[in-house]
Structures are given as C-alpha cells and as structure tokens.
T-cell receptor
Framework: DVKVTQSSRYLVKRTGEKVFLECVQDMDHENMFWYRQDPGLGLRLIYFSYDVKMKEKGDIPEGYSVSREKKERFSLILESASTNQTSMYLC???????????FGDGTRLSIL | ELKVEQNPLFLSMQEGKNYTIYCNYSTTSDRLYWYRQDPGKSLESLFVLLSNGAVKQEGRLMASLDTKARLSTLHITAAVHDLSATYFCAVDMKGTYKYIFGTGTRLKVLA
C-alpha cells in the first residue's frame, strides 16, 4: 500500500515564524500536492509538483512556497506565518494523471 | 477557471433509502475521481472514472460519468449508517497536472 507520511499531526506556531511542513511518500510517485482544508471551503490546492525540482502554483499560493529536492519528499513552507494560515494541511501523491491521489493523515496547524 | 460544484452540500437520509450526489464541473475533462473522508481522518479514494459513460460500483455506491454534460453522479443504494462521511469529487484539468476538488457533500445516515 502507498504510504504518505506527514511529519506532524498537530503543530502550534507563532505569527511571523517560518514554518516547514514535510511530506514523504514511499511509492516513487511523480506528482505531489499540498492542500489546505477549511470548513465550508473544501480542499484548496496550494502548490503541486509534477517531478523533482518542478513546481506549479495552485489556487492559493500566496504566503507559501514549496521545495522538492528529492522525488519522495515535498515540503510546504510558510514564509512568515499569519493567523489566517491556521488550517488543516493535507499532502497527497499520485503516480501520474489518471491515477487517484493518496493522502497523508494531515497536519492541523494553529498560528497564534 | 475550472469550478467543481457538488450538490447537495449536506444530506441527511434514513437507512435503507436511495439517494444521488451530483458533481458538475465547468471545463473539459475526462478524468473524475470520488473520495470519502471520515471525520478527523484523511481522504481515501473510492472511484476513478476515465471516460464518457464510465460506471463503477463498489458495494452500495455506484459512480458514473457523463463528460458531455460535465456531470458525475454518486448513487447510494439502501444506505447504511457506515456510509456516513463527507464525499468529494475531483477533476483533472485537461492539459495540466492541476487537480480541483468539489466542495464536498456531508452525508449522515440515520438509523
């Protein structure tokens, strides 16, 4: 079975901090995604990566950046955390288009 | 801009009843996915629909895709409590790697 592992289940940070969320997948998947999930807004795509060192902006990239130096790891960076970035963050991966995504357990991030 | 809309957003139904969740999308795509999310959990894949007219069934759930109408349905037959969850559809934006989720339908099956 595909395993997508997010480094933290819960995280509390302060406004202005630089925050790193890590995601690792173990099935040699090309595509990886970062979403945030908020009540009433569903899942919104922040960034995705279709291969190593490749990235594209999703619908809400402002305030975030990403890094994919190795195929199995996709990091989401909050450059200067703000309270409106308090949310559930979900990482996902898939082999290629036409395949379903596999999700991690999520990181519930609170910015105080 | 690709929009993916589901309706209803909330659905409360009695055990044993049938119902359908609808997923409309606004641009050309021939790849549609259904996922389930239990409270406090992550998403799990239910169905992948890759062509016009595709139909997939698993237990009491059946999904179909009409690419001409840009519509997918998730039909629930004789609902049971264990089906209570939030259901999402998602669409690949054609020609890109981008992937857009619908708003989700929260289903509650009452005993």
């Amino acid at each position: 079975d595909v395993k997508v592992t997010q480094s933290s289940r819960y995280l509390v940070k302060r406004t202005g901090e630089k925050v790193f969320l890590e995601c690792v997948q173990d099935m040699d998947h090309e595509n990886m995604f970062w979403y945030r999930q908020d009540p009433g807004l569903g899942l919104r795509l922040i960034y995705f990566s279709y291969d190593v060192k490749m990235k594209e902006k999703g619908d809400i990239p402002e305030g975030y950046s990403v890094s994919r130096e190795k195929k199995e790891r996709f990091s989401l960076i909050l450059e200067s955390a703000s309270t409106n970035q308090t949310s559930m963050y979900l990482c996902a991966s898939r082999k290629q288009a036409g395949q379903p995504q596999h999700f991690g357990d999520g990181t519930r991030l609170s910015i105080l | 801009e690709l929009k993916v809309e589901q309706n209803p957003l909330f659905l409360s139904m009695q055990e044993g009843k049938n119902y359908t969740i609808y997923c409309n999308y606004s641009t050309t795509s021939d790849r549609l996915y259904w996922y389930r999310q239990d409270p406090g959990k992550s998403l799990e894949s239910l169905f992948v629909l890759l062509s016009n007219g595709a139909v997939k069934q698993e237990g009491r759930l059946m999904a179909s895709l009409d690419t001409k109408a840009r519509l997918s349905t998730l039909h629930i037959t004789a609902a049971v409590h264990d089906l209570s969850a939030t259901y999402f559809c998602a669409v690949d934006m054609k020609g890109t790697y981008k992937y857009i989720f619908g708003t989700g339908t929260r289903l509650k099956v009452l005993a």
